[in-house]
């Protein structure tokens, strides 16, 4: 199957800093793609949605200028986490898929763990 | 509106014992079902998808699925459990192109 990496697969930064997570596809082109938060012993929820080249549509309760979020290419998009708090402590994992698949084809990152002190 | 619901955050089998992990959901509409597991520390990877056709649906390791309409559930099952399977298990629904997710259930194996 395709391949979704994710870097860095764990970051500590002071409260106050921004982080910025990377999420590549290494073996296809990804038109979309989604970041999602993972809270300990919870289910995902989707932050927001990235077309390649146009803003990424968040969900209700994301902040934007919160989680800033790029997809300036086919294979990479990024989300920084800004002013960072500790209740931005949380696993985040992107997934991507492409346009030439079904709607439901989509490929996950192993996540990024972010410890904010 | 679709919702997920996992019946159980966690359940616990001894090895070589059958594996059930319960999945109902609510839709308007006939839905695409997906169960995807987590290993730990790691993302998520597709086990098994239904789509439209064949009600039982056969995945990765070992797993199927049945969809029963009637019951608006689509239970994973494994005859046979092995310490590998020890996992977080998702059963999620698609909503305009969006996954919507059930809240999980960890497996435990029990040696």
């Known amino acids: 199957g395709a391949v979704v990496s994710q870097h860095p697969s764990r970051v500590i930064c002071k409260s106050g800093t921004s982080v910025k997570i990377e999420c590549r596809s290494l073996?296809?082109?990804?038109?979309?793609m989604f970041w999602y938060r993972q809270f300990p012993k919870q289910s995902l929820m989707l932050m927001a949605t990235?077309?390649?080249?146009?803003?990424?549509?968040?969900e209700q309760g994301v902040e934007k200028d919160k989680f800033l979020i790029n997809h300036a290419s086919l294979t990479l998009s990024t989300l920084t986490v800004t002013s960072a708090h500790p209740e931005d402590s949380s696993f985040y994992i992107c997934s991507a898929r492409s346009g030439t698949w079904g709607a439901y084809e989509q490929y996950f990152g192993p996540g990024t763990r972010l410890t904010v002190t | 509106a679709q919702s997920v619901t996992q019946l159980g955050s966690h359940v616990s089998v001894s090895e070589g014992a059958l594996v059930l992990l319960r999945c109902n959901y609510s839709s308007s509409v006939p839905p695409y079902l997906f169960w995807y597991v987590q290993y730990p520390n790691q993302g998520l990877q597709l086990l098994l998808k239904?789509?439209?056709?064949a009600t039982l649906v056969k995945g990765i390791n070992g797993f199927e699925a049945e969809f029963k309409k009637s019951e608006t559930s689509f239970h994973l099952t494994k005859p046979s459990a092995h310490m590998s399977d020890a996992a977080e298990y998702f059963c999620?629904?698609?909503?305009?192109?969006?996954?919507?997710w059930g809240a999980g259930t960890k497996l435990i194996i029990k040696p």
């Open positions: 239904y789509t439209t056709g």
């Open positions: 990235s077309n390649e080249g146009s803003k990424a549509t968040y």
């Open positions: 073996d296809f082109q990804a038109t979309t």
């Open positions: 999620a629904v698609i909503r305009n192109y969006q996954l919507i």
